[in-house]
């Protein structure tokens, strides 16, 4: 079976960083691309950030340009989003998802997903 685990999130002040991980279970994350997305109560997803299998680009919402940082480590089979000096208006539930080879914005298209993660900014 196919799986995300997310680990990383929690409360930070304003100003401070998170680093967000993704661990891939009963597939090879290399051969994805894994975008991460964030969401708000009564909202839909929304792009945060992308990495492709194909030739390892990055993308990132305009808002998070950098501040933010998606890597990969394969040897862990684990993708993971940097946060840094992150403001209250990043505060959201995080999912990384899966999908074929090139990044999507549309969330829809996403074939696996993690159990989501809450990021909280507040002093």
């Known amino acids: 079976q196919l799986h995300l685990v997310e680990s990383g999130g929690g409360l930070v002040q304003p100003g401070g960083s998170l680093r967000l991980s993704c661990a891939a279970s009963g597939f090879t994350l290399d051969y994805y691309a894994i975008g991460w997305f964030r969401q708000a109560p009564g909202k839909e997803r929304e792009g945060v950030s992308c990495?492709?299998?194909?030739?390892?680009?990055?993308y990132y919402a305009d808002s998070v340009k950098g501040r933010f940082t998606i890597s990969r480590d394969n040897a862990k089979n684990t993708e993971y989003l940097q946060m840094n000096s992150l403001k209250p208006k990043n505060t959201d539930v995080y999912y990384c998802?899966?999908?074929?080879?090139?990044?999507?914005?549309?969330?829809?298209?996403?074939?696996?997903w993690g159990q989501g993660n809450q990021v909280t900014v507040s002093s």
């Open positions: 998802a899966a999908v074929g080879i090139i990044c999507y914005s549309d969330y829809t298209l996403y074939d696996y």
């Open positions: 990495i492709s299998s194909s030739d390892g680009s990055t």
